[in-house]
């Protein structure tokens, strides 16, 4: 079985590549090609792909290739994780938005719809390459925003892209140890969009376990959620929030975090990963050890200026751990090539299952997931304020679709200005004009 992975130079492959050496079942992934624009960093990718494999006899074949289509010819499994503009345009994103008082993170508010903006037009030229080289592959999307991009692919490839994310998977698992559960044993309560999902119940041999958390001020107080938000607001909801949406429930403060640092997110990762992928060019660098090294100081600056702003610190050493996507990429293979069902939080068409939306809003449940592919399970309704956001949220997606096919500046301003955290239609109009000035992917937006 043949796995292609689009953005096959980027940081985070050998995360994939380590679940598939796990992996030794018959119908297994056998063949990884590496796809990427930059031949270097394809190259620096390989030579730790290579030093995992040794001493394993059968591990996948790995092949590289800036040749889109001959990555993609015969693939079964297509995981796409692309970065349109690279860090550097993450850093811009995120400095342009800070410019004008408002968010500018990877996936959420400007910095998101200016993400988003670069990224769909590319992800459906691809969806487009995907169906007609490799019309019966599954793809796996990791690519950000994954719900808005994968919403994108949907209307090329149909239920045949599935999107995942770590976040509700290292949610789930924290609170479950926290209530001394098997994470593994632990069915969740999850609903939302990609980065803007609540977690509403966790139950361990039928019972649901949440409610005594939320009665437990210490316990509360043990996870990096129930920091990050305080008890009393977790209380208040009933919920444990996506940690991304702290970004909303304490916007203020974290914009002024943002705005204080010395750097962004984007900025650091950008400086991080040149100076890794410059260590790479060097023939007798261990190859595996610099990327551990370099991933380990990754995980532990993970959202540290939202740490800083709600005074919580450092990270705890077990809450290191990834959240987990290559497992659940492997989880989703195995389900779909082998048969091997699984109950998995992805990013699906919506269907019947959010009556708030429409059926073809991808949305972030758990699913079941056959050979078939993944199937969203029945959810209760999410209270009103829940509805609120997800709603405006997916208002806002929708405008950048529109924008990315019509290329209509008038829309892309429209996208800007009904996002929530973007509380100004002036604002919105400067950040268009900022964004398009520092992107030569946003050349398409016409006045």
């Known amino acids: ?23 030794h079942a018959e119908g297994r992934v056998t063949r990884v090609t590496l796809y990427d624009l930059d031949g270097g960093r394809l ?52 400095r342009i938005a800070l410019a004008e008082g408002v968010l500018g993170q990877e996936t959420v508010g400007a910095g998101g719809i200016a993400y988003g903006l670069r990224t769909v037009p590319v992800a459906v030229r691809i969806a487009h390459r995907i169906a007609a080289l490799a019309p019966d592959a599954w793809v796996i999307n990791f690519t950000n925003p994954a719900g808005l991009v994968t919403e994108a692919m949907s209307r090329v490839l ?49 019972r649901d376990e949440l409610p005594r958390l939320l009665a437990d001020e210490e316990a509360l107080g043990s996870f990096e959620e129930g920091r990050l938000f305080g008890p009393e607001w977790l209380r208040s909801l009933g919920a444990v929030p996506n940690e991304y949406l702290h970004y909303y429930y304490f916007n203020r403060e974290a914009v002024r975090a943002y705005r204080t640092a010395e750097r962004t997110r984007g900025a650091y990762l950008r400086d991080q990963q040149a100076g890794f992928y410059a260590e ?70 919506n269907g019947p299952t959010l009556a708030a939306l429409d059926a073809d809003a991808v949305i972030e449940v758990p699913c079941f997931v056959d050979a078939n592919g993944a199937h969203p399970v029945s959810v209760s309704p999410l209270p009103y304020h829940a509805v609120g956001l997800v709603t405006a949220v997916k208002a806002v997606e929708r405008e950048v679709l529109a924008a990315a096919e019509s290329g209509s500046r008038t829309t892309a301003v429209k996208a800007f ?10 604002v919105a109009r400067r950040l268009v004009d900022g964004y398009t000035a520092a992107h030569e992917g946003l050349g398409y937006l016409r006045r």
């Open 43 to 94: 190259s620096a990718v390989a030579r730790v792909l290579a030093e995992q494999g040794e001493g394993v006899p059968d591990a996948p074949v790995v092949t590289a290739t800036t040749d889109l289509d001959e990555a993609l010819r015969g693939a079964d499994f297509v995981f796409s994780a692309i970065r349109v503009g690279g860090l550097e345009g993450r850093a811009a994103d995120e």
């Open 280 to 349: 790479m060019e060097k023939p007798d660098t261990p190859a595996l050890a610099a990327w551990h090294r370099t991933l380990a100081d990754r995980e532990a600056t993970y959202m540290a200026a939202n740490r800083e702003s709600a005074g919580i610190g450092e990270r705890d050493e077990e809450e290191l751990e990834s959240g987990g996507y290559e497992k659940v990429a492997l989880a989703l293979m195995r389900a779909i090539a082998r048969g091997e069902r699984a109950t998995l939080i992805l990013n699906v068409r």
């Open 417 to 426: 200005a009904l996002h929530p955290l973007v509380d100004s239609v002036t």
């Open 1 to 23: 079985m043949k796995l292609t992975i689009l953005g096959g130079g980027g940081f985070r492959v050998p995360l994939v590549y380590g679940a598939l050496l796990g992996d």
């Open 158 to 206: 149909g239920d045949r892209v599935v999107g995942i994310c770590d976040s509700p998977v290292g949610l789930g698992r924290r609170v479950a140890r926290v209530l001394g559960a098997d994470p593994d044993r632990a069915s969740i309560d999850y609903v939302g969009l990609n980065h803007l999902g609540w977690l509403r119940g966790l139950r361990i041999d039928g």
